[in-house]
């Protein structure tokens, strides 16, 4: 009765996370964040994306807040799900997967694919933005400071922005060590994973948002400032996305793309098989486990017997890093702040150029 009760209380080892090293000193950030980071959302896009439908609170009401026609931006918009939130704003999102932005596309929303550091607007051209468990992938605190001071280049002064990103202090499924901030959280890639339910109502509810969104379009090129703000919103293609790619991973020190998460020999068994990504042609390898252990219902997505495992960079977030992250940019002041599903969690006006 022991055995059983230990068995049912047991972390699911497809999701304790590990220390992020990477497999060579040589790779530059550039490379890191390609390899343990875009790489492998363009692998698992389709699944990430089935499991990512329900709009946050905090993040709903904030689009909510916003006044009519105001433009806006998604920076790291993945699948999509917030674009639609607010038919009666108008928003463009980004994104550095292009298998993300696909399914973008496939529902009516305005979506590109660029890089978070690189963003492809004019200054000041929107009215406010969000940036929704984006900045905790960036591999330096040089490169995560970057990517905010981006968002603020693109919005305009008296704009808000808000920020999620993953905190270290969560509890729940996941145990992270408080002592390490930088890790690989696993994924585990099922074929089970497909919209039912709740999901089809939140894609019925996108799909309609961008109908609305569209209208908004036509309805607002009459006005001088939106019509100026639409012409500058033009895509921008990522060429280093494929030779940053090509050149972490020519190396014969360099270890595969994706490294295998860190299960018990006692209750698992390992294959290694090699995939493609479709559109960019870089090779991941990832580990299939067999778990006695593993526990369906903590589970991201549906589990199966044998399913690969991507593991993902993080920096986690301690309390009161996010706000002193945004304030060395010397342009922002801090509205509110909080804590919500995991996440440290803040909204910031720009208050300078």
Known sequence: ?????????????LHIPSAFKADSPEMT???????????????????????RYKPWPVVEDFLKTMPSEYIGADV?????????????????????????????HERGHEAMVC???????????????????VIHHFISPERRLAAVEEILRVVRRGAKVLIFVWALEQT??????????DVFVPWALTTKAKPTGENRAGQR??????????????????????????????????????????????GSTLAPAVTSSPLSSSTTTTTTTTTTTAQEGVPIVAQETSSSVVDPAAAEGPTE??????NRYYHLFRKGELEDLVTQTNKTSIVQAGYDRDNWWCVLEKTCD
């Not at 950030?29 to 499991?51: D, G, L, N």
């Not at 890089?115 to 468990?133: E, N, Q, V």
């Open 29 to 51: 950030p550039e490379q890191k964040e390609q390899v343990y980071v875009h790489s492998v959302y363009q692998a698992i896009a389709p699944h990430f994306s089935a499991t």
């Open 115 to 133: 890089d978070g550091l690189a963003l492809p607007y004019r200054p000041r051209i929107f009215d406010f933005a969000i940036s929704i468990a």
């Open 205 to 250: 509810q996108q799909r309609a948002g961008s109908r609305n969104n569209q209208q908004n379009i036509s309805a607002a090129t009459s006005e001088s400032t939106v019509t100026e703000s639409m012409g500058q919103l033009t895509v921008q293609a990522d060429p280093s996305q494929e030779t940053q790619a090509q050149g972490a991973l020519s």
């Open 1 to 13: 009765m022991a055995d059983t009760k230990d068995t049912k209380n047991a972390k699911n080892p």
């Open 76 to 104: 790291g918009c993945g699948n999509g799900k917030y674009i639609g939130v607010n038919p009666k704003l108008f928003m463009v999102g980004s994104d550095r997967s292009s298998n993300l932005i696909s399914i973008c």
């Open 172 to 181: 729940g499924k996941r145990d992270f060590d408080k002592d390490v901030q």
């Open 305 to 310: 017997s044998a399913m690969p495992v991507y």
